[in-house]
């Protein structure tokens, strides 16, 4: 498949195009969101294979970098400043695999697919690292807290001998104090987990009120939390469109689609989570799926409330025929990195990926939901 340059996709975008996202009520009814493109741009080399990101400042950006570790890399001038936050593999002090990436204030922190968890603060370089779950299908963090997608062994190296996927657990202990917020529909082993939790269906997000948002992915619902962990509603992922077939998935075709290219033809013929958004209406589940062979991601918003506040077709064009996406708010300012893998990893590179900005806007009665940068300094005006 042939990939869109750099200047095609500033041409593609130019005009500062404006979406309105269609509310999911009656018809005629006020669309909640709006959504202006800003810019799309190729990554710069050093950082063209980045698998996650979170804000760092108004200015730049966090990247995560695989065994290159993790980056900041400047907006303005682009690309220009790319600074070594956590190093990587073979570096003194580094960081074995850096593939989920989050951020609050002054603290980041890094997970590697399997179980390695790793963290820092701005002001102090030297990382601190624990290696207390299996499998993790992504991580956020807020205030010292963290929600994580994973499973663990018990004293005894039992695999998830209690089922739990999903997890609530603080930096202070090294996750020492984590305990489950969601169990494997299946009990014991966790077996959803295992047959789908390496394919990346699932994402977790806290708001900025402490609340939090998990979507297991490997078997229905999106569930949201207070900070203390207790379920406050859950909505009805199936319902919204989403595939559900990991907890019917046979060892026999887990083990048969387990690599490439088997998985992403399995993938390819679902419509799976590919990322978890803090908005100012509620939650945005970005989903993706394949429409007679064109990729397509669909931004669905949950209101706070339980209901289903609307839904807009991203205008995102692919990289290649294997792309997934993530983003982050800071403000109103959403960052989307769209990424690529290699139809065959022994054959070919990891295409480079590409950084697009959006900047979200309100309708007046559209409900609200604090996120973002201005309620962090006003959050920190207060305490002062």
Known sequence: MRTLGGRGLATATAGLLLLLLLAGAAPGAEPPLTLRI???????????????????????????LGAAGVVEMSLAPFGERIETIVPGKGAPGGFSFAAHLAAHGEE????????????????????????????????????????????????????APEGGIAWIGSLATGMEDARPVVFDSRGRGAPNLVACGTYGLGAARFLADRSFVVVPGVQPGAHHFD???????TWDTVALGLT?????????????????????????????????VPLPQGIGLVVRSVVDGRQQWELIVLALDG????????????????????????????????????????RSPQPPGRLLMAELGDQ????????????????RRAKD
């Open 108 to 159: 980041i922190l890094a997970g590697s697919f399997l179980s390695v968890l790793t963290w820092r603060t701005r002001k102090e370089p030297v990382r601190r690292e624990a290696a207390v779950f299996d499998i993790i299908e992504d991580l956020d963090l807020h205030r010292g807290k963290v929600a994580i997608l994973s499973a663990r062994r018990d004293a005894d190296g039992k695999f």
């Open 244 to 276: 559900d077939d990991c907890p019917r998935l046979a060892e026999q075709e887990a083990r048969r689609i387990h690599f490439p290219p088997e998985r992403w033809a399995w993938l390819d013929a679902r419509r799976t989570l590919d990322e978890l």
């Open 38 to 64: 800003l810019w799309d741009r190729p990554l710069p080399e050093a950082v063209a294979k980045a698998s996650d990101l979170r804000w760092a400042s108004d200015e730049s950006l966090y990247l995560a």
């Open 364 to 379: 007046p009665d559209a409900r609200q939901v604090r996120t973002g940068a201005k309620e962090e300094r006003d959050e």
């Open 227 to 233: 900070p203390e962990g207790r379920l406050l509603r």
């Open 307 to 346: 209901s289903v506040a609307g839904r807009l077709l991203l205008p995102i064009s692919p990289v290649n025929e294997i792309t997934h996406l993530k983003a982050d708010l800071r403000g109103r300012r959403l960052a989307l990195l769209v990424m690529a893998h290699s139809p065959d990893i022994t």
